[in-house]
């Protein structure tokens, strides 16, 4: 695959995936799954499950889903 289509094609996917009723965050993870997979082979798949796991253990986006249900409860 050319790499100069691949943000292209990024984007129809991602926005064929979405018009299937699919929430925006399993949408865009299956997007990054199948071009991980697609561009670097199945080892890519490491990178995309590193920055999942950085992103779950960071503490200071922890606190924004508990912001939001605060503020739902006031």
């Not at 064929?16 to 561009?39: D, G, H, K, Q, R």
């Amino acid at each position: 695959m050319a790499l100069q289509i691949a943000p292209l094609l990024m984007f129809v996917i991602l926005f064929a995936i979405m018009s299937l009723n699919v929430p925006v965050a399993f949408a865009t993870l299956l997007t990054a799954i199948i071009f991980c997979i697609t561009l670097w082979g199945w080892s890519g798949l490491g990178i995309v499950f590193q920055s999942l796991w950085g992103a779950m253990t960071n503490w200071i986006l922890a606190s924004v889903p508990l912001f939001v249900f605060m503020s739902l409860l006031l």
